[in-house]
C-alpha cells in the first residue's frame, strides 16, 4: 500500500511539473505574440484578427474537440488578439 501511494505521489509530481512547463510556454507565447501585435501596424493589426476571427467561425467542435473546447479556444484567442496584456 505504502508503494502505491508513493508511486502516486511521484506520478502527481511528474503531472504537476508538465502543467507548469505548459503555463510558461503558453505565457511566453502570449508575450511575443502581444509584442508582435503592438509593432504592428493599426490596419495590419485589424486585418489579421479579423482574419484569425473569420477562420474561427470555421471551426466545428468533433468527438476529439468538444464545443466547450471550441468556445474556450475562441474567447482566448478574442481575449489574447482584442485586450493584449501590457
Known amino acids: ?3 502505491l501511494i508513493s508511486e502516486l505521489l511521484s ?3 511528474e503531472k504537476e511539473e508538465e502543467s507548469k512547463e ?3 510556454q503558453i505565457e511566453a ?3 511575443v505574440v502581444t509584442a508582435m501585435l503592438c509593432r504592428m501596424d ?3 493589426r485589424q486585418a489579421m484578427v ?3 476571427q473569420s477562420a474561427l467561425n470555421e471551426v466545428r467542435p ?3 474537440v468538444t464545443e466547450r473546447d471550441t468556445d ?3 474567447q482566448y484567442l478574442d481575449k489574447l488578439l482584442t485586450q493584449p496584456r501590457n
Open 1 to 3: 500500500m505504502k508503494n
Open 11 to 13: 506520478k502527481l509530481a
Open 22 to 24: 505548459f503555463v510558461a
Open 29 to 31: 507565447l502570449e508575450i
Open 42 to 44: 493599426k490596419n495590419d
Open 50 to 52: 479579423t482574419h484569425i
Open 62 to 64: 468533433t468527438e476529439a
Open 72 to 74: 474556450l479556444l475562441k
